[in-house]
């Protein structure tokens, strides 16, 4: 493990945490080095940019860099890794998949067993179809209901995140408040007639509601991360319940994205966990198990869109690795893992409630600011208490130097600060988290920073 460097005099804790890194991790800044002069992309970072680090194996919930050093991964694949890092069972599936081959022109047979385990997650999973990432799930269940529906516009919810195709790219801009949201792109190269085809609603405000209800005429669908992956409330099964209401009154597709909490809340996901079902759903991350995967699922009558693109109402879609059979081994044997021991959701969501609630009860009795959000095991420290607002705010610079530190302690918290609980993490590791945290505030109050 990790540890903090003996602050010298006239030096802050901050920079000997930072000179720590940089003399621990050698091989990987001279990676990012190299790198730089060939691939184009930014080392993701927020507050204080800690050096970059780069990962020469992982296993269960540990991963070491080029350095030799072993870290605490919190991030596990964006939250992919619900068994752990090369858990048994999948990395046994894919040994087998490559003795018979990893990719095809044509379907292989775990695809019928894959797309009927999809199936049990939910009751208005009545068809399935295979894409590559959640990215192009949500594309497709979007071209969908606008093929379906014959009209263009979308109503997404602020913060929410659903891949990185134009219509998913936008976001409340300066000026927004929590009642009435001014959109902007993420990012240029986005036509203005996107932002137009775009209704952005506040989440878990009535007054997104009374939107719905009042362009009703002009959406396609309403597309909802259940329970946002920037923002980890859990008590939000009443507003999604006003949902699925209300769009069953209008007559409006409703769209889960579950890319996120698909299999990762429950084996049935948000949709399980809340009692509502969608009309159409998306998935990827864990159902993949670990490997690249996008997933549109729903009802019949809604899926026949998927049938011939030069049908009433069909859309066209493909993929040259659409439900190739190394992310369909990986993906079914993880299924199979986790339908069969549901004890594991319940384990891991009590670490995270533990983390959470000893954290922030520490936080109330030193006066700190920071404050544990979760939803079963996903979790995220937050620093402020509101999602909405701009990029800046008061306190980044506390929030970047605590971060520095947890890493330097050998905890790993990505730079989006999304963090999820596997099987493969334990009571110790919940140990050290808090331990971590506690000391890492510590050192963030004593360099003046809160």
């Given at each position: 493990m990790a540890q903090t460097a003996l602050k010298h005099p006239g030096t802050s804790h901050l920079e000997e945490a930072q000179q720590a890194l940089r003399a621990r991790t050698r091989r990987s800044q001279q990676m990012a080095s190299d790198r730089a002069e060939v691939i184009?992309?930014?080392m993701a970072a927020s507050?204080?940019?800690?050096p970059p680090i780069f990962v020469a194996k992982n296993q269960g919930a540990m991963f070491e860099d080029l350095d030799g050093n072993t870290y605490l991964d919190t991030c596990m694949g964006f939250g992919v890794h619900i068994l752990g890092h090369r858990p048994p069972s999948v990395e046994s599936a894919l040994r087998d998949q490559l003795t018979k081959g990893w990719h095809y022109s044509l379907r292989g047979e775990d695809q019928l067993a894959f797309a009927n385990m999809i199936l049990t997650?939910?009751?208005a999973n009545e068809r399935v179809v295979l894409a590559n990432t959640g990215t192009e799930a949500t594309l497709y269940a979007i071209r969908a209901a606008r093929a379906l529906s014959g009209r263009t516009?979308?109503?997404l919810f602020d913060i929410s995140y659903h891949g990185a195709h134009d219509t998913a790219l936008i976001w409340p801009g300066p000026g927004s408040t929590a009642e009435q949201l001014a959109p902007m792109t993420l990012g240029h190269g986005i036509p203005d007639c996107v932002v137009s085809d775009v209704l952005l609603l506040p989440y878990r405000s009535p007054?997104?509601?009374e939107q719905i209800a009042e362009h009703a005429h002009e959406l396609a669908a309403v597309l909802v991360e259940p329970v946002q992956g920037s923002w980890p409330e859990a008590e939000v099964g009443e507003f999604l319940q006003a949902l699925r209401s209300l769009c069953d009154d209008l007559g409006l597709i409703l769209i889960f994205d579950e890319v996120l909490t698909g299999f990762r809340l429950d084996f049935g996901g948000a949709q399980k966990r809340y009692g509502v079902e969608a009309d159409l759903t998306t998935y990827g991350k864990i159902a993949g198990g670990g490997l690249p995967i996008g997933v549109v699922a729903g009802r019949a009558n809604l899926m026949a869109a998927f049938s011939d693109f030069t049908g009433p109402h069909g859309i066209f879609f493909g993929g040259t690795f659409s439900g190739n059979p190394m992310s369909v081994a990986a993906g079914l044997a993880a299924l199979q893992t986790l339908r069969a021991d549901p004890e594991i959701y319940r384990r891991?969501?009590?670490?995270?409630?533990r983390v959470r609630d000893e954290f922030n009860t520490f936080c109330v009795g030193q006066g700190y600011p920071p404050r544990i959000k979760s939803c079963g095991?996903?979790?995220q420290v937050f620093f402020r208490d509101e999602p909405l607002g701009g990029f800046d705010y008061a306190g980044k610079e506390a929030e970047g130097a605590f971060y520095l530190h947890c890493l330097n302690m050998g905890v790993f918290i990505h730079a989006t600060h999304r963090c999820f609980f596997s099987a493969a993490h334990t009571e110790a590791d919940a140990d050290r988290v808090?331990?971590?945290?506690?000391?890492?505030l510590e050192l963030v109050r004593e360099d003046g920073l809160l």
């Open positions: 184009n992309g930014a507050g204080i940019a800690p997650a939910s009751p516009k979308i109503a007054r997104a509601l891991i969501g009590r670490l995270a409630d095991s996903m979790w808090i331990a971590v945290f506690k000391a890492a």
